[in-house]
């Protein structure tokens, strides 16, 4: 099953690799493998959340998520998607943006850099909603018991997530964005007026798009629970029909679930791919380098993904989503704080592992809990933190 998982992963890094090599020599080579290791790393966490959400769709759309999901990843994110914001900040064509990009490695960088409190703004936002919508659910499992019943209570107040983002916004425009440091270090400027704007859009995205997914997603629970009423109400000899009717609705639905979820997890990735764009230019400033090694990295999380769901890793370990969740809490608020402070990426990529390695630790635990109980007696009632 692992061969079978990350085999396309495996072709793409050794055909990525010998074709760095080939253009590039050895120093091509070794600068791709570090940006797949260091995507790799981001991005772990980001492997965790898309399961959960992969695991809702049939096989069709989890190999569109590996298909069509890793060409918007690699060419759109790491390699279409800087050029743009480029063309965006500079007022550039798209012509010259892609000469500027292939020509003048420089003052592409600094123009990629000069966007960044606008990026930063954008995907801290989007990722903020996550966590935060997270963390104000009431779950029946809960890792921080201390902490997270309290602010289930407090999420029973409708809209707070988002005053809490708006709140966070206003607090990192007024602060880190006033004085945003020129690249090159001579100087500051202020972009609160657009880290304002960008950090809006964020939200209104994260709203529209999952709130629609969301949509989609409850009609079809409701069709799936209608479908079996009426299936155990009605005589045998028109169970059938009924089911039949019923579930051509839901098959539709489930279509429509299904895409605007694809289309959530594809702005997820995005903003994920952010920091991982940024943080690529310390590194090397050439596109097609920094495209394939990020593309590398980016396949093996597609690949860890599907690896997680088929694997049912989330249902043993029930605990990985949480820690996932407060990596992105940690991400997001990290990617603000980049507006004015550069924040190495060691950093980003250690703090994801290891709350998702203590979230897993308290899994194991849990489990061997269990264990012990059905082994000894009943069942206890295991809760972290309780």
Do not use: C
Not at 191 to 202: C, Y
Not at 331 to 343: F, G, M, N, P, Q
């Amino acid at each position: 099953m692992l061969l079978k998982t990350f085999g396309w992963s495996f072709a793409i890094t050794a055909a990525g690799l010998a074709l760095a090599g080939v253009l590039w020599g050895w120093q091509g080579l070794a600068i791709v493998a570090i940006l797949s290791v260091l995507e790799i790393s981001l991005s772990f966490d980001n492997a965790v959340i898309n399961a959960g959400i992969l695991r809702k769709m049939n096989p069709f759309w989890q190999k569109m998520f590996l298909t069509l999901g890793i060409l918007i990843a690699v060419f759109g994110m790491r390699l279409v998607f800087p050029v743009v914001i480029v063309a965006i900040t500079a007022k550039l064509g798209p012509i010259e943006a892609v000469k500027v990009a292939i020509q003048d490695h420089d003052r592409y960088e600094a123009l990629v850099t000069s966007a960044h409190p606008a990026i930063a703004a954008f995907g801290g936002m989007f990722l903020l909603m996550i966590f935060l919508d997270f963390i104000f659910e009431d779950r029946d499992i809960k890792w921080l018991a201390w902490l997270e019943k309290p602010l289930a209570k407090l999420g029973k107040l409708e809209t707070l997530s988002i005053v809490v983002s708006l709140v966070v916004l206003l607090i990192a425009a007024t602060t880190f964005a006033t004085t945003v440091p020129v690249h090159g270090g001579e100087g500051t400027i202020d972009k609160a007026t657009t880290v304002l704007l960008a950090g809006i859009g964020g939200l209104v995205t994260y709203l529209v798009v999952g709130g629609i997914s969301g949509f989609f997603e409850d009609r079809l629970e409701e069709e799936e629970e209608e479908e079996e009423d009426e299936e155990s109400e009605s005589a045998k000899d028109a169970a059938p029909a009924t089911a039949k009717q019923g579930g051509g609705s839901a098959v539709g639905l489930a279509g429509k679930a299904a895409f605007f979820l694809f289309l959530y997890l594809e702005v997820i990735d995005a903003s994920f791919s952010f920091d991982g764009v940024i943080g690529a230019f310390a590194i090397t400033n050439d596109i097609f380098v920094m495209a394939l090694g990020l593309g590398i990295g980016a396949m093996y999380i597609r690949s860890l993904t599907v690896f997680l769901v088929r694997k049912g890793t989330l249902d043993d370990y029930v605990y990985l989503e949480h820690g996932a969740h407060y990596a992105i809490g940690a991400l997001a608020v990290i990617l603000l704080i980049s507006i004015k402070y550069e924040i190495p990426e060691v950093v980003t990529g250690l703090i994801g592992v290891v709350l998702i390695a203590a979230s897993f630790l308290s899994s194991v635990m849990r489990n061997r809990k269990e264990a012990e109980g059905n082994g000894s007696g009943p069942k206890p009632e295991v809760t972290a933190g309780v």
